[in-house]
């Protein structure tokens, strides 16, 4: 019986239309729907999933940000996570807190909380990194399974097919391990309402990055945040001619 | 349950659910509330079994459209060029 630890992040809302600040120092989040990364909730369903097959003893959910993260840990609770910790990180600091300050206290807390297995979901949407899982392994020195597209567990291990370029890996990895989760390695499950309603009487634990003894000091300088470029408008043509004429003026031809 | 708090709890289950609905929480809700009342009449306990396993049909279908919408959104995202 493991004890698995994931890791959830609090973004905004996939759904949501993204606007840069105008002084481009970042992106607006002030009265914006937020939810949980859709790459940790694929990894919450995993570890529930162990859970209910009895791989999995106890699972907790790992949130870093500030206050409102604790919605986030409600919705993992919801979903059958036993237990909450969120790592209170906010203002100037929780701007410029990097994969590597969250692999960090990660691989501290899954020490202390004795976890055999620690899954993440393989980036999160907002800053699309991709780094947590990966040196989260590499501060635990401990073998990782990312972009998992199915996890079996053997006897001290797991076989993990994992998804690559144009086709897949199939690794297996002796526990303690890391794993990231691919879009298509589950389908999460709805919180529901009455879950919800339970999931208040769960155990949320507040600790400081202090407190672990990580050090979130900035790492880097946002320069500038833009906007992707729009695409031309296009334009319709009367005949081929015109055609010929517009491809010639351009140098295509 | 009674048949009466089972109604209610479905009731608040769609209510729950039409927060992320994708045309708007005002457009599901005055439907919700239109259907539910269209039915206040009904009494014989048969019919509103029929109707409470149609509502609850309803909530599965409502999560899975939001798991496919948003499986859907992520799939074209990150993987738009392959199949």
């Not at chain 1, 291990?157 to 144009?166: Q, S």
């Not at chain 2, 009494?43 to 049909?57: L, V, W």
């Amino acid at each position: 019986m493991a004890r698995v630890l994931v890791g959830v992040k609090r973004v905004i809302d996939y759904a949501v239309k993204i606007r840069v600040k105008p002084d481009k120092t970042g992106v607006v989040t002030d009265g914006v729907k937020h939810s949980m990364n859709p790459f940790d909730e694929i990894a919450v369903e995993e570890a529930v999933r162990m859970k209910e097959k009895k791989i999995a003893s106890e699972i907790i959910a790992v949130s870093c940000g500030p206050q409102q993260a604790q919605e986030t840990l409600r919705t993992a609770l919801a979903m059958g996570v036993d237990r909450g910790i969120h790592v209170e990180v906010s203002g100037k600091d929780y701007e410029t807190l990097q994969p590597i300050h969250v692999s960090k206290i990660l691989a501290k807390l899954a020490q202390d909380e004795k976890a055999d297995l620690v899954i993440v979901g393989k980036q999160a949407i907002d800053d699309d990194s991709n780094q947590t899982a990966q040196m989260t392994a590499a501060v635990l020195d401990w073998p990782q399974g990312t972009f998992a597209s199915k996890i079996e567990k053997g006897d001290g291990n797991l076989t993990i097919v994992r998804e690559i370029d144009g086709g897949l890996e199939t690794v297996k990895v002796k526990l303690p391990a890391v794993v990231s989760a691919d879009l298509r390695l589950n389908e999460p499950r709805y919180a529901t309402l009455p879950n919800i309603m339970k999931a208040k009487k769960k155990p949320i634990k507040k600790v400081t990055p202090k407190d672990l003894g990580v050090d979130t000091a900035a790492r880097i300088e946002v320069v500038s945040v833009e906007d992707p470029p729009v695409r031309q408008a296009g334009s319709v043509l009367a005949d081929v001619d015109e055609l010929i004429g517009k491809l010639k003026e351009g140098g295509h031809v | 349950m009674s048949q009466k708090s089972q109604v209610i709890q479905l009731y608040k289950t769609l209510l729950h659910l039409g927060r992320e609905y994708p045309q708007g929480y005002d457009y599901f809700r005055t439907r919700l509330k239109r259907v539910f009342m269209k039915n206040r009449e009904t009494t014989d306990p048969k019919k509103i079994e029929t109707m409470i396993m149609h509502g609850q049909y309803v909530v599965k279908e409502l999560e899975a459209l939001y798991m496919l919408k948003k499986y859907r959104t992520l799939k074209r995202r990150y993987y738009g060029d392959q199949s």
